[in-house]
């Protein structure tokens, strides 16, 4: 039976400077508390990656690696920090290529959405001194002075990632992580050269880009994730038309393709979407939530049934939740765009594609429940594994493994994984 015009598209290579990348379905980055308590590479963090790459999947970013331990943000957070991490990210990058999977490095600093201050680190910075409200943590705004040593904890892991074997790296702008803080006027009230107008709130993330370019040359694959909206309702959030201008500026500057997402973690539910029943009464119990305040858990479990009762109505499921504002990315940049927010069909994959909203598209749940994603899409497989976006697995970051978390969705995926590695099938 001969290919749709859609599904050929979804199996079309992509040029992301000068890496060309064999389809369009890529594994977004996820937070996967596999790492060793200090920052390691672990087999059971392999583990997690080796049927993604089974499955061929044309590219896949990792969890966010840390580049210094003051941007440490999650327990078991793998680290690009220092050169002791090399040998394992070797291991990382060798799985991945035995397949002729490309990987990229997500490189990151928590900023100020960091539960506890991580050894090592002197306390938890951001832009300005505008609390948490999900964490409660009240940051230090980074002095100018320091300024000059963020960068080069980006540059330096950026090293460490190609000396490892990766193919890319990708810089993290976006979630309300430290350089999506600069970004945004809510949680950025500088009055100095990096706050303020629009070219000094993106100051650091330029200075960040340009860094890595100088380090690494032009041919090394470098990649931005940003938000398409920062979905701050009532407060100050970066608009779309501004990030987009952000977004043209690094492109200008050499970067190779982008990535688009949304919100800050005080957004939930707008970043995720889905189904939040027994979600915040796990994450206090399993996830990162166990690292707050006696008073605070409290508080929140009080609220919590109502909180996602009005979640469930807000934002319910629904494929591809941020191609409207990568539309806009799309109709403005000359690089790649890419899209993630709930894909996990191939119709709506195509669909996307075939639109010119996105030149690709990327999944992060779906991958968890069904990690043979690009293979089983390609290959039209009726009973694959599907997501329910119950986000039980990210209820439990920083706390559990990321996994799947509904049992009957796990059984599927597990039985399917034994299938392919005994049979072939």
Not at 185 to 199: C, K, M, V
Not at 325 to 343: K, M, N, S, Y
Request: overall charge neutral; glycine content about 10%.
């Amino acid at each position: 039976m001969p290919q749709s015009p859609h599904r050929k598209r979804l199996a079309t290579p992509l040029d992301i400077g000068s890496m060309t990348v064999a389809g369009r379905l890529f594994k977004s980055a996820t937070s996967e508390t596999r790492a060793s308590t200090d920052g390691f590479v672990t087999d059971e963090l392999l583990a997690f990656y080796e049927p993604m790459a089974e499955a061929g999947t044309p590219l896949i970013v990792t969890g966010n690696l840390y580049v210094s331990p003051q941007g440490k943000s999650a327990g078991r957070q793998a680290g690009i920090d220092a050169d002791d991490k090399i040998p394992g990210l070797r291991e990382w990058t060798g799985l991945a290529h035995r397949q002729r999977v490309r990987l990229i490095a997500q490189l990151n600093h928590g900023g100020r959405q960091i539960a506890q201050v991580a050894p090592g680190a002197d306390r938890i910075v951001s832009a300005s001194d505008v609390r948490e409200p999900l964490y409660g943590t009240k940051p230090s705004p980074l002095r100018l002075d320091e300024m000059s040593g963020v960068v080069e904890s980006f540059v330096a892991a950026s090293e460490r990632a190609r000396e490892a074997g990766f193919d890319g790296v990708q810089i993290h702008a976006a979630h309300g992580y430290l350089l999506s803080q600069f970004l945004t006027p809510h949680t950025n009230r500088r009055t100095d050269a990096y706050g303020g107008s629009l070219d000094n709130r993106a100051r650091l993330l330029v200075e960040v880009l340009k860094g890595l370019r100088a380090r690494l040359g032009d041919d090394y694959p470098i990649l931005v994730k940003i938000n398409g909206t920062d979905d701050l309702p009532f407060r100050r959030g970066a608009t779309t038309e501004e990030l987009v201008r952000v977004a043209v500026r690094l492109q200008d500057e050499g970067i190779d393709a982008v990535e688009i997402s949304r919100g800050h973690y005080e957004s939930w539910p707008g970043m995720i979407q889905g189904r939040y029943r027994g979600s915040i009464r796990t994450s206090l119990t399993q996830g990162a939530g166990r690292h707050l305040s006696g008073r605070r858990r409290a508080a929140t479990l009080a609220v919590a049934p109502l909180i996602e009762h009005v979640a469930e109505r807000l934002r319910p499921p629904l494929e591809g939740f941020n191609l409207p504002h990568a539309e806009q990315f799309t109709r403005a940049l000359d690089i790649p765009v890419i899209c993630v927010g709930g894909f996990h069909t191939r119709t709506g994959m195509e669909a996307a594609i075939a639109s010119g909203r996105t030149d690709a598209v990327s999944a992060a749940r779906a991958m968890i429940a069904d990690p043979y994603l690009y293979r089983n899409v390609l290959g039209d497989v009726a009973d694959r594994p599907v997501c329910g976006y119950c986000n039980g697995c990210i209820a439990r970051f920083s706390g559990l493994p990321v996994d799947c978390y509904s049992d009957e969705i796990r059984r599927d995926r597990d039985v399917m994984i034994e299938k392919h590695r005994t049979t072939g099938e």
